[in-house]
T-cell receptor, first 113, second 113 residues
Framework: KAGVTQTPRYLIKTRGQQVTLSCSPI?????VSWYQQTPGQGLQFLFE???????NKGNFPGRFSGRQFSNSRSEMNVSTLELGDSALYLC????????????FGQGTRLTVV | TQLLEQSPQFLSIQEGENLTVYCNSS?????LQWYRQEPGEGPVLLVT?????EVKKLKRLTFQFGDARKDSSLHITAAQPGDTGLYLC?????????????FGSGTQLTVLP
C-alpha cells in the first residue's frame, strides 16, 4: 500500500509570507501528526488531528495551524514566516489516535529567506 | 529543554565494532520507541518497548527499556555501514484520549567500512 505522501518536497519562501503543506496518510489511517525537525531542536511535535479534530497541540505559536479533511488528508499552515521556521516538516499517520505505530512521510524541506 | 536526552550525540565507528546508544528522561513513559532516519527520508519505526525491563532483539540490534520506564538503550553488535543513520528514541505519553510522541535529540551514527 502507498505510504505517507507529503507535498511539496521542497519549498523556498520569503520572510512574512505564508505557506501551506499537505499530507496524505496511509489509506485507512485516520490520525495525522505534524512535527518540525531542525538540527538544533530535533523533532518537535506540532499537532495531531483525528477525524477532522485537533486532539493535541505542541508548544508552537499561533502562526502554526492545521486542519484535517474528511478523507483524512491534512494540511498545515504557517503564516508570517520567520527565518527560524526553516526546517524539515514531517507528517506521520497512525491508524487511530491511540495507535502508536507511526508511519512518516519524507517531509517538506522549508527554507525561509 | 529536551524531555528525552540521547547520548552520544554523534558516533563514528569502524565496521564490526559494537556500540550502545542511550536515551534518558526524568519522566515515566507508558512505552518507548526507537526510530532510524536516513538522509532525505522520514523516521522509520524499529521497535516499541512497553514493559519495564523489557528486552527486544531485532537481528543485530538489542533494545532495552529501563525497569522504571524512564530510560532505554539500543545496542548494535558488529555494526555495518548500512546501520548508518540518525537514531531517535521517542517516549509515549498518554494525554486524555490521545497519545503523543516526544522525541529525543537523536544520535547520528556513522559506520565506516
Amino acid at each position: 500500500k502507498a505510504g505517507v505522501t507529503q507535498t511539496p518536497r521542497y519549498l523556498i519562501k520569503t520572510r512574512g509570507q505564508q505557506v501551506t503543506l499537505s499530507c496524505s496518510p496511509i489509506s485507512g489511517h485516520r490520525s495525522v501528526s505534524w512535527y518540525q525537525q531542525t538540527p538544533g531542536q530535533g523533532l518537535q511535535f506540532l499537532f495531531e488531528y483525528f477525524s477532522e479534530t485537533q486532539r493535541n497541540k505542541g508548544n508552537f505559536p499561533g502562526r502554526f495551524s492545521g486542519r484535517q479533511f474528511s478523507n483524512s488528508r491534512s494540511e498545515m499552515n504557517v503564516s508570517t514566516l520567520e527565518l527560524g521556521d526553516s526546517a524539515l516538516y514531517l507528517c506521520a499517520s497512525t491508524r487511530s489516535s491511540m495507535n502508536t505505530e507511526a508511519f512518516f512521510g519524507q517531509g517538506t524541506r522549508l527554507t525561509v529567506v | 529543554t529536551q524531555l528525552l536526552e540521547q547520548s552520544p550525540q554523534f558516533l563514528s565507528i569502524q565496521e564490526g565494532e559494537n556500540l550502545t546508544v542511550y536515551c534518558n528522561s526524568s519522566s515515566v513513559f507508558s512505552s518507548l520507541q526507537w526510530y532510524r532516519q536516513e538522509p532525505g527520508e522520514g523516521p522509520v519505526l524499529l521497535v516499541t518497548v512497553v514493559t519495564g525491563g523489557e528486552v527486544k532483539k531485532l537481528k543485530r540490534l538489542t533494545f532495552q527499556f529501563g525497569d522504571a520506564r524512564k530510560d532505554s538503550s539500543l545496542h548494535i553488535t558488529a555494526a555495518q555501514p548500512g546501520d548508518t543513520g540518525l537514531y531517535l528514541c521517542a517516549g509515549i505519553i498518554s494525554s486524555g484520549s490521545a497519545r503523543q510522541l516526544t522525541f529525543g535529540s537523536g544520535t547520528q551514527l556513522t559506520v565506516l567500512p
